[in-house]
């Protein structure tokens, strides 16, 4: 089976930023399971929004809390990190992750406005946009893509050939990439007209 020229570049470009290779998960020791991959803690939804209140009444974890939300970060964000810290701590499922997140979300808004601090629900909800000229509209953008372009050519200058095993580059040299099925096709049109013909 020939490997494409995308999917190599996808595992090139995965192994110089240090992701994981797709499928390496499976590949980890089943003595040693993740949190998450483990029996969770809590089932009923009821115990659980016990916990997450006792989590977030510690006196030091409602002060960074409130100091969060006073410096704009949103109640959503506060909850989904809480909720996501317990999943991966193995607590819950993601299902009851899901179930947790409005009460959560109720609980961090309850703290707020017992402080007697201003919240929102997403960072940035109170931000008015700021309107632009047309000119100046075009003029952000091509900024904008000035400095993608620049991001892009840095990458590209950080690719290095000698990540790659020797193997692999062989391989990928010695495919042969087959034309796109959406690729248009150069027909010769033949003349329709008995004029037309040549005999």
Same mark, same amino acid.
């Given at each position: 089976?020939?490997?494409?020229? !995308?999917?190599?570049?996808?595992?090139?470009?995965?192994?110089?930023?240090?992701?994981?290779?797709?499928?390496?998960?499976?590949?980890?020791?089943?003595?040693?399971?993740?949190?998450?991959?483990?029996?969770?803690?809590?089932?009923?939804?009821?115990?659980?929004?016990?916990?997450?209140?006792?989590?977030?009444?510690?006196?030091?974890?409602?002060?960074?809390?409130?100091?969060?939300?006073?410096?704009?970060?949103?109640?959503?964000?506060?909850?989904?990190?809480?909720?996501?810290?317990?999943?991966?701590?193995?607590?819950?499922?993601?299902?009851?992750?899901?179930?947790?997140?409005?009460?959560?979300?109720?609980?961090?808004?309850?703290?707020?406005?017992?402080?007697?601090?201003?919240?929102?629900?997403?960072?940035?909800?109170?931000?008015?946009?700021?309107?632009?000229?047309?000119? !100046?509209?075009?003029?952000?953008?091509?900024?904008?893509?000035?400095?993608?372009? !620049?991001? !892009?050519?840095?990458?590209?200058?950080?690719?290095?050939?000698?990540?790659?095993?020797?193997?692999?580059?062989?391989?990928?040299?010695?495919?042969?990439?087959?034309?796109?099925?959406?690729?248009?096709?150069?027909?010769?049109?033949?003349?329709?007209?008995?004029?037309?013909?040549?005999?």
């Amino acid at each position: 089976m020939a490997t494409s020229e !995308k999917a190599m570049n996808f595992m090139q470009g995965s192994l110089e930023r240090g992701k994981a290779i797709p499928g390496q998960s499976l590949t980890n020791d089943p003595q040693q399971p993740y949190n998450w991959e483990k029996p969770v803690e809590y089932t009923n939804p009821k115990e659980a929004m016990l916990y997450v209140f006792e989590t977030l009444t510690v006196p030091e974890t409602t002060t960074n809390i409130l100091l969060s939300l006073s410096n704009g970060v949103g109640v959503i964000d506060i909850a989904s990190i809480t909720l996501y810290s317990g999943f991966l701590e193995g607590k819950w499922s993601p299902d009851l992750m899901l179930l947790l997140m409005e009460p959560t979300m109720y609980m961090v808004m309850a703290l707020a406005e017992k402080a007697d601090i201003p919240y929102s629900l997403e960072a940035g909800d109170d931000e008015t946009p700021v309107e632009m000229s047309g000119d !100046k509209a075009v003029e952000t953008l091509q900024s904008g893509i000035n400095e993608l372009d !620049k991001i !892009k050519q840095v990458a590209a200058s950080r690719v290095s050939p000698q990540s790659v095993p020797q193997e692999v580059r062989d391989v990928i040299e010695e495919t042969e990439l087959s034309p796109s099925l959406l690729q248009r096709v150069q027909e010769e049109i033949q003349p329709t007209s008995l004029l037309g013909r040549e005999e």
